[in-house]
T-cell receptor, first 117, second 116 residues
Framework: AQKVTQAQTEISVVEKEDVTLDCVYE???????LFWYKQPPSGELVFLIR??????QNEISGRYSWNFQKSTSSFNFTITASQVVDSAVYFCALTGTNSGGYQKVTFGTGTKLQVIP | EAQVTQNPRYLITVTGKKLTVTCSQNMNHEYMSWYRQDPGLGLRQIYYSMNVEVTDKGDVPEGYKVSRKEKRNFPLILESPSPNQTSLYFCASSNGGGPGWGYEQYFGPGTRLTVT
C-alpha cells in the first residue's frame, strides 16, 4: 500500500521568510512518481512539479525548489522569500504502476501555508 | 482552451436520491479520475479510468459508480447518496499513460455536494 505523510497541517510565515514543506512517502514499487500540487484559496488544483524514482537531482524553479531524497523517502518543497501569493494548500502525491498496469494516486493530507504580509 | 469541466458546481440533495456529476475534458486524454476532498483527509481517489470501458477502483469507491463510454466523459454516479458523501469532488484527466507514468493531472473546478 502507498502512503504519503505531510505532517505539517498549517504553517504561518511572514512575507520574505523561507519555508519548507515536508513530504514523506511509503511505497513498495521500484518505479514511482512524486508530485506537488498547489490549491490556492480559489480552490483549483495546479500542478507544480513531478519527480521520478530514478532521478534524485534537486530542482529549482524561481523561488521554488524541491529536494528528493530516496534514502529518507522524502520529497520536500522549499519556497524562498515567500510572498502573499504563495498562500495556499500544498499537496504531495505519489503514484506507481505495477506490471498489471494498475495505477493509483495517493495524496497527502496537505499543508496549508499562510504568508502574512 | 484546454480544460476539464464539471457539472454541477454545487448540489444539495437528500439521502437516497440518485445523482450524477458529469466530467468532461477536451484534451483527448486517456486517463481520467475522480477524487473527493475532505478536511484533514486531503484528496482521496474514488475511481480512475485508463481509457474507454476501462475503469478501476481507487481508495474509496464504496457508494460510487463510474462509466467511461466516451473518451472525453467520465461521469460519477451516486445511486443512493448518504450524508457521509457530503464532500468536495474533483475530476481530473491526464495525458499519456497517466500519473503512474509521470504525467501530471489537470483538475476540474470541483463540485461541492451536500447530502442531507
Amino acid at each position: 500500500a502507498q502512503k504519503v505523510t505531510q505532517a505539517q497541517t498549517e504553517i504561518s510565515v511572514v512575507e520574505k521568510e523561507d519555508v519548507t514543506l515536508d513530504c514523506v512517502y511509503e511505497t513498495r514499487d521500484t518505479t514511482y512518481y512524486l508530485f506537488w500540487y498547489k490549491q490556492p484559496p480559489s480552490g483549483e488544483l495546479v500542478f507544480l512539479i513531478r519527480r521520478n524514482s530514478f532521478d534524485e537531482q534537486n530542482e529549482i524553479s524561481g523561488r521554488y525548489s524541491w529536494n528528493f531524497q530516496k534514502s529518507t523517502s522524502s520529497f520536500n518543497f522549499t519556497i524562498t522569500a515567500s510572498q502573499v501569493v504563495d498562500s495556499a494548500v500544498y499537496f504531495c502525491a505519489l503514484t506507481g504502476t505495477n506490471s498489471g498496469g494498475y495505477q493509483k494516486v495517493t495524496f497527502g493530507t496537505g499543508t496549508k501555508l499562510q504568508v502574512i504580509p | 482552451e484546454a480544460q476539464v469541466t464539471q457539472n454541477p458546481r454545487y448540489l444539495i440533495t437528500v439521502t437516497g436520491k440518485k445523482l450524477t456529476v458529469t466530467c468532461s475534458q477536451n484534451m483527448n486524454h486517456e486517463y481520467m479520475s475522480w477524487y473527493r476532498q475532505d478536511p484533514g483527509l486531503g484528496l482521496r481517489q474514488i475511481y480512475y479510468s485508463m481509457n474507454v470501458e476501462v475503469t478501476d477502483k481507487g481508495d474509496v469507491p464504496e457508494g460510487y459508480k463510474v462509466s467511461r463510454k466516451e473518451k472525453r466523459n467520465f461521469p460519477l454516479i451516486l445511486e443512493s447518496p448518504s450524508p457521509n458523501q457530503t464532500s468536495l469532488y474533483f475530476c481530473a484527466s491526464s495525458n499519456g499513460g497517466g500519473p503512474g507514468w509521470g504525467y501530471e493531472q489537470y483538475f476540474g473546478p470541483g463540485t461541492r455536494l451536500t447530502v442531507t
